[in-house]
């Protein structure tokens, strides 16, 4: 009902900056809310930043002051803005969508992820 893709990944220096995008397409009237996960190779999915409807945003404490998450919704397109990144920012990053607007019976829609890998 709601498809997500993302892009922009890519390999970088630490101290680099990459700018990644989520398209999303279908019943983007359900969206309440869009986020950026990642995961660490061996560890657990983790939320980046998230974004409300409203434009409320919200970061994880290892990104505060780096990353900078944006949406347009003209072109429903989710950013995430990553600068002075750290080799421990390598992961796969992943584009959710809540979709509690609407009576789905689905929570949220993930995209299938982009590799992000910093080099020290």
């Known amino acids: 009902q709601v498809e997500l893709v993302e892009s922009g990944g890519g390999l970088v220096q630490a101290g680099d900056s990459l700018r990644l995008s989520c398209a999303a397409s279908g019943d983007t009237i359900c969206i309440s809310a869009m986020g950026w996960y990642r995961r660490v190779l061996g560890k657990e999915r983790e939320l980046v930043a998230s974004i409300t409807s409203g434009g409320s945003t919200n970061y ?59 080099s020290s």
């Open 60 to 118: 994880a404490f290892s990104v505060k002051g780096r990353f900078t998450i944006s949406k347009d919704n003209a072109k429903n397109t989710l950013y995430l803005q990553m600068n002075s990144l750290k080799p421990e920012d390598t992961a796969v990053y992943y584009c959710n969508a809540d979709v509690t607007n609407c009576p789905t019976g689905f929570d949220d829609f993930w995209g299938q992820g982009t590799q992000v890998t910093v």
